[in-house]
Structure formats: structure tokens, C-alpha cells
């Protein structure tokens, strides 16, 4: 099953977006907020299935978004069910 971002509300200072599936059934949602050097990611996938396709879904949109900001820290809370899933190895290695 193939996953897709529809923005719901996009402003500069936040973004909410709903993630959809092919049927465009919402299967979850992710919510950006900026916050001078910060970007704030938080997100909940509801189908476990796709998990890998949230995060490679998730993943390039956040660096996008961190390119515009070069400076940025970057914050996360991502679930897929009720697992917590990690962006990057950095944040892995963190704890």
C-alpha cells in the first residue's frame, strides 16, 4: 500500500498534514511547527503495515524543509501504532 501526504493547513509558521492512503482513506497525520531555529515533527501512523513507507515518506520532507533553515535543530515524536520510530541513526544513538 503506497502512503501520501494531503496538506489539511499550511501556514508559514506550521504545517498539518494528513497521510493518506491510495484510497484516500487517512491513515494517520504529521504536524510541522518552526519555531525560529526550531522544527518541531510530530506525527502518528495508525496502519503498522506501512510504517517503512511513513518513514521514507516522512524522512526526505523534513530535510527539505531543514534545507531552507540550514541552522535548524530538528525535534521529532513519530508513532506508527504505539511504537516510536526514529528519523535518523543520530537520534538512535542518543539514547
Known amino acids: 500500500m503506497q502512503i501520501?501526504?494531503?496538506?489539511?493547513?499550511?501556514?508559514?509558521?506550521?504545517?498539518?498534514?494528513?497521510v493518506v492512503d491510495s484510497k484516500n482513506k487517512a491513515v494517520g497525520n504529521v504536524a510541522f511547527?518552526?519555531?525560529?531555529?526550531?522544527?518541531?515533527?510530530f506525527g502518528?501512523?495508525?496502519?503498522e503495515g506501512v510504517g517503512a513507507d511513513f518513514k521514507d515518506l516522512v524522512t526526505?520532507?523534513?530535510?527539505?524543509l531543514a534545507k531552507a533553515k540550514?541552522?535548524?535543530?530538528i525535534?521529532?515524536?513519530l508513532y506508527i501504532g504505539c511504537k516510536k520510530i526514529k528519523l535518523n541513526d543520530?537520534?538512535?544513538e542518543e539514547k
Open 60 to 64: 526526505p520532507y523534513v530535510k527539505g
Open 33 to 41: 511547527l518552526f519555531e525560529e531555529k526550531k522544527l518541531y515533527v
Open 70 to 73: 540550514p541552522d535548524v535543530e
Open 90 to 92: 543520530e537520534e538512535e
Open 75 to 77: 525535534f521529532s515524536c
Open 44 to 47: 502518528i501512523l495508525e496502519e
Open 4 to 18: 501520501f501526504f494531503s496538506p489539511e493547513v499550511i501556514t508559514p509558521q506550521f504545517q498539518v498534514l494528513n
